[in-house]
């Protein structure tokens, strides 16, 4: 299989040189320059059709800032997180798989059945949807900033940061 590195979104247009705003219409033409894709951007009114030297060409918006792009979450990968660390002790390991599984739960993976107390601590029932499967996670009963923490933990361990 080919790859190609093709440059992410200039923010600027090729033709005025204005800087594109997140969220903005933006069409963008890949041209092959000495067996390389150069990417060129161009803004919504200095469009007007794809130079006849394009290999390709489409139009999108573009994307958030850095500081405002949220992580695009893999379920798959937060699935297979929160499974392998079942049976785990370990504060730390309990504190994370209890974040993950408040995330699953956010992103309708895992659905909310009971909460109960075993041994003095509470433990809650989730089921998986889809396969039907149940597992039980116990509520390390964290405050605000350990929660903030555990999350950004979470995030780095994921490659979501």
């Not at 390389?36 to 060409?57: H, I, L, M, N, T």
């Not at 992103?107 to 509470?122: M, N, S, Y």
Request: a neutral charge.
């Amino acid at each position: 299989m080919t790859e190609y590195q093709i440059q992410a979104n200039t923010r600027r247009c090729v033709r005025t040189g204005r800087e594109l705003r997140p969220g903005e219409k933006v069409f963008t033409v890949l041209i092959d320059q000495d067996g390389k894709f150069v990417r060129q951007d161009y803004s919504s009114e200095a469009w007007a059709g794809p130079p006849p030297e394009a290999f390709s060409f489409w139009a999108g918006r573009v994307p958030a800032t850095e500081e405002n792009r949220k992580p695009r979450i893999d379920d798959e990968l937060l699935l297979d997180c929160f499974r392998r660390l079942e049976g785990e002790t370990g504060p730390d390991r309990v504190n994370f798989r209890y974040v993950v599984a408040l995330l699953l739960m956010r992103r309708k993976r895992l659905k909310f059945e009971e909460a109960r107390t075993e041994d003095g601590q509470e433990v809650l029932r989730l089921r998986c949807p889809r396969s039907r499967e149940q597992h039980t996670v116990v509520n390390p009963r964290l405050t605000d900033e350990q929660m903030a923490e555990v999350q950004d933990e979470v995030f780095k361990v994921l490659g979501w940061e």
